[in-house]
Each structure stands twice: as C-alpha cells, then as structure tokens.
C-alpha cells in the first residue's frame, strides 16, 4: 500500500486504517512463524536499541505481539468510527534460509514506516489517529534496526545459508503431532475470534476485557504449542500455503478472515462449543503423550480451556437472562 498523498476526510483515513491494519494481522503472524522456526538459544545479536545481546528467535516473537497490539489500536480506532474492521491479511511468506526471512522483515518494517510517517493528514483533521500512526510509526523504526542487527550478525559470522528448522517426516505422521497441529491452528483461530468480539464489542468494557483475556490466554497456547512440536520434530505450519520453486511458503490466507457472531448472544453462543471442540482435541492428545514436561504444559492448557468453557458458559447464561441486552 503506498502512502496516501492526503488524508482530508473520514472515508481516506479508514482506507489508511484498513490497509494497515491488513498489514498488521500479515506480521503479527509472519514474524512469530519466522521465529519458530528458529532453533532457541541458537542466534544471538547485540541489539542498538537495548544495548543488550539477545536472542534472535525470543526478540522476533516480541516485536510479533508489538504488531499484534498495532492491530488491535487501529480495529478499535475503526470500530469507533462506525465502520467494521477487516480480519484479512498480507501475503505471509517463510523462506528456507533464515537470512531471507530477516532481511524480509526489515524490508516490510521499513515499507511500512514510510506508509505511516508520509501518509498526510490535513492539518487538524483527527489528530488522534495521526499521533497514533506517528507513535506506531516509531515502534516500525525499533524492529527495522533490529532486525537490521540480526541481519548484519549472521553475516559477519558466516551463517548466511543457515536453514530454517525443518520438520522430520517421521515425526509428521505420529497421531500427537497430527492431533497438535490441528490443535494449534485452532488455537490461533480462537485468538482471533475472540479479538473480533473484543472490537465488537469495545463499548461494553466488561464483556470486552473478558473476552481479550480469553484471546490472551488462545495466544499463550499458540505460543506454548509451537514450541513443543519442535520438541516432537515437527514445525509450525504456515496455513493454505502454496511452495514456490525457491523453497518459499507463501499464503494469501494464513487465517480466517471472517467469524461467526454479530450481536452478544450470537457470538457468545459461537465460541462456547468452539471451545468445547478445541477441548475435545486435547483429551484426544493427553493420552498419546509419555509423563514429562510437555504432558504437563498440555495439562496447564487443558485447565486454563476449563476456565474458558465455565466462563462462556455464564456468560452465555446471563446474556439471555436479562432482557435489552445487546
């Protein structure tokens, strides 16, 4: 998207929003994906912002959720303009190399910075949002020199052709990592449909803050998750991807983009046999899992979803008990 040449009117700044926030959905995804698939504890670099050495694939998954909370600030900018936020995204891409994968998100850090800091507003006209790209806009600034740091890293050390991880066919056809990738998906798609509903329901504050702490929570999991297929030798798919012959995994849809649920009865009564589903998933797992740390980060899970599903379901029950809610 390039940078709109002015913003004078409410129509132009939810066509800058709406591209942004596409935006946003693409890298809060892509980095996190970029990040596991780097082995942990592996790639250190000495960040300028910090003044600190840190790990690569941990600092990749941090400037993930900064994206995540962009997103979220322009969805509940857009709501409050009246209009419905989008849930589509960029393309996502994931290279072999790690190299590859860096050097794109600095590209995207830097593109976007641009879009954020040369889109011109008329002078006066909703400051608000134009302080808020302005601040977002220097976050932008942050990753790219980061992630400029981790680029020049790997290249004075000679680790230019180090590869991602790569997952080991026979690890992809065990029942358990069938079961967690499918779990993990679900994970992600709940995270998701609960921002949804917290942007839809922004202006009730206490079902919002119930609902952004279940997406809170989904995140966790994705997180927790992505992690121990590595432990089972698999990785983290990039969903609906198509392989290009460089090796690249490229999707033009790594989540839904649409969810069920327009009013507070209907959403709520969505998500509380989604998450008996999700649930139903992790019964299936425990039992394939040997006693160790991950059956018992797996058991975590299982009662953090335990919480969820007691707390939709009163949600669920109050919201039809009392008449004129909406």
Request: proline fraction near 4%; hydrophobic fraction near 40%.
């Amino acid at each position: 998207m390039e940078p709109l040449a002015q913003v004078d009117n409410e129509q132009q700044v939810l066509e800058l929003l709406t591209g942004s926030l596409k935006h946003e959905w693409a890298v809060s995804l892509e980095y996190i994906i970029h990040a596991y698939s780097l082995p942990k504890g592996k790639y250190f670099y000495s960040d300028p912002v910090v003044d600190s050495v840190l790990d690569m694939r941990a600092q990749t998954i941090q400037v993930g959720i900064d994206e995540m909370y962009h997103a979220l600030q322009m969805g509940l900018v857009i709501r409050q303009m009246g209009a419905q936020p989008t849930f589509q995204t960029d393309e996502i891409v994931r290279f072999p190399r790690i190299l590859d994968n860096l050097a794109r998100n600095q590209r995207t850090e830097d593109i976007v910075t641009a879009l954020y800091q040369k889109s011109r507003f008329r002078e006066g006209a909703f400051p608000k949002v134009q302080n808020m790209f302005c601040n977002i806009s220097y976050d932008e600034v942050r990753h790219s020199r980061q992630f400029q740091a981790m680029v020049e890293t790997l290249k004075k050390s000679g680790q230019e052709e180090a590869l991602c991880l790569q997952p080991d066919p026979r690890a992809e056809d065990k029942e358990e990592v069938r079961i967690l990738q499918n779990i993990t998906r679900l994970e992600n798609e709940l995270m998701h449909r609960y921002l949804a509903h917290v942007l839809l329901f922004s202006e009730h504050q206490d079902l919002s803050w119930r609902l952004f702490k279940n997406s809170i929570d989904h995140m966790r999991h994705w997180d927790k998750n992505s992690g121990i297929l590595i432990k089972l030798g698999s990785l983290l798919r990039l969903e609906n991807a198509e392989r290009r012959p460089d090796g690249s995994e490229r999707s033009l849809k790594p989540m839904p983009d649409a969810y069920p649920g327009t009013d507070r009865l209907s959403a709520l009564q969505t998500l509380l046999p989604a998450e008996e589903g999700l649930m139903a998933l992790y019964q299936d797992l425990l039992p394939l899992l040997a006693e160790g740390e991950i059956k018992e980060q797996i058991k975590f899970h299982i009662m953090q979803n335990r919480e969820h599903l007691f707390t939709q379901e009163w949600l669920l029950n109050n919201s039809r008990r009392i008449k004129g809610l909406v």
